[in-house]
């Protein structure tokens, strides 16, 4: 009944799970055979490794499709190495250094990983051959990027993140550079204008907000698996340890904390919508911008929100459903972005130490968002409608529950 009681209250879920389910998916989703017979010698292994993400990169120009495939097979493979704790430090951190070299070293492996997905490890050879089938243009981007992120994931396995201005750093390493290396495919492809490719503080903003929304939500996995990658400077005002915000006793100190990173997660919106703006491939469009308002409804459901220090904060899946088939040109992606902007304005407590430069940083949005036009609902839903959308609920909720799985691992992947 529980579930029943959540698509009562959210019709527009029922709607686009079904919308989704019915041939929807193909617009965000495309099929796997579009993707995995382009040049691939080893594609078979590819594209079971990359999986879900993969499929959503290969809408498009084949040779950019299979450029951005190896180059997340290669960040996955070092990630693998980076968050290996099974790996000896005086190991990792010259394997970390190195890595990018192995792209031109034909049989290098490693075999000795206990990560989950240490298979992109064992069969780095074929990642590697493929590699170097790519044209040199790919492979400069991809061999440029891991080598910078292998440097700064060395330089972050032996500190911790302390000041926000670190925080920046780490999260550039990891995901920043991500964004500056897939805009510079996407301009060596020519599918986008060599500006994109360019701007390097705006690709870098993009991975930075999808960085941070991900370091915010999982603050209490983080805790239990020993990891900590809130910024000392911010959180040492609330509490001595960490993980004292995670004690009951804390809970007010905790999210006002909280509070005070979404507002600088915030900061970054601007930067995304702009980068956004200058898209003019559908696929990529689609591919850059599902993960931005997956972040922004996340950010929103999180803020202050007592939860993100008592379990697991997550958007729902037919919300998530319904922003991927949203978030498909830029106007569309303001208006959501206005829309969860708002939501979280509606819930700045007076009291929060963060509330002038939340609300500030929401200012700078909405003017970024909707420059000089009334905020228009981006749903319109008639009685009637609301009606039947209730009645098909009460009826079907338990296939609707049975087809919901059917995006989880696809709506999971992007959580990652």
């Known amino acids: 009944m529980e579930l029943l009681r ?33 040049g691939c010698a080893g594609g078979g292994m590819c594209f079971v490794v990359a999986g879900a ?74 990642i590697s051959m493929e590699f170097r089938n790519l044209s040199k243009v790919y492979q400069d981007v991809i061999s440029d990027i891991c080598h910078k992120m292998g440097v700064g994931m060395a330089e972050f396995l032996e500190k911790k993140v302390d000041s926000q201005h670190e925080w920046d750093k780490y999260c550039h390493y990891v995901a920043g550079l991500v964004g500056i290396g897939l805009s510079r495919l996407f301009s060596a492809s020519e599918l986008e204008d060599s500006i994109v490719g360019q701007d ?63 507002t600088n997660a915030l900061h970054h919106v601007p ?51 319904t922003l991927m088939m949203d978030a498909t040109n830029i106007q569309a992606v303001k208006a959501i972005m206005y829309q969860y902007v708002e939501e979280i304005y509606q819930k700045i407590p007076s009291t929060d130490p963060s509330s002038n430069k939340t609300q500030q940083v929401i200012a700078s949005i909405r003017a970024t968002s909707l420059p000089g036009g009334p905020m228009a609902s981006r749903h319109h839903y008639s009685p009637i409608y609301l009606s039947c959308a209730m009645l098909l609920a009460a009826l079907s909720w338990q296939y609707l529950s049975t087809l919901s799985k059917a995006t989880e691992e696809y709506v999971q992947a992007g959580d990652n």
């Open 200 to 262: 390097t503080d705006l690709a870098n903003s993009m991975g930075l907000f999808l960085q941070k929304t991900n370091i915010i939500r999982d603050y209490l996995e983080d805790q239990l698996e020993g990891r900590e990658f809130w910024p000392r400077e911010v959180w040492s005002r609330y509490a001595k340890k960490l993980s004292d915000l995670a004690k009951p006793e804390n809970i007010d100190v905790a999210v006002q904390c909280l509070n005070e990173l979404i």
């Open 53 to 126: 993400r993969c499929s959503r990169w290969g809408a498009g120009h084949g040779r950019r499709r299979h450029a951005v495939c190896i180059f997340y097979l290669v960040l996955r493979a070092l990630d693998t190495v980076e968050d290996d704790m099974s790996i000896p430090l005086d190991v990792k951190v010259p394997m970390l250094h190195e890595f990018h070299s192995h792209l031109y070293q034909p049989d290098w492996k490693y075999t000795e990983s206990k990560e989950k997905d240490r298979q992109v490890l064992e069969d780095f050879p074929t």
């Open 271 to 321: 930067d995304v919508l702009t980068y956004l703006s200058r898209l003019k491939n559908q696929s990529v469009f689609n591919f850059c911008a599902i993960p931005q308002v997956m972040a922004i409804a996340t950010l929103a459901a999180c803020y202050n929100n007592q939860q993100v220090f008592r379990g697991v904060v997550k958007i729902r899946k037919g919300q998530a459903v």
């Open 6 to 38: 959540k698509w009562l209250g959210h019709p527009e879920d029922i709607y686009n799970l079904l919308r989704f389910k019915m041939g929807g998916y193909r617009a965000v989703m495309p099929r796997m055979d579009t993707v995995s017979g382009e």
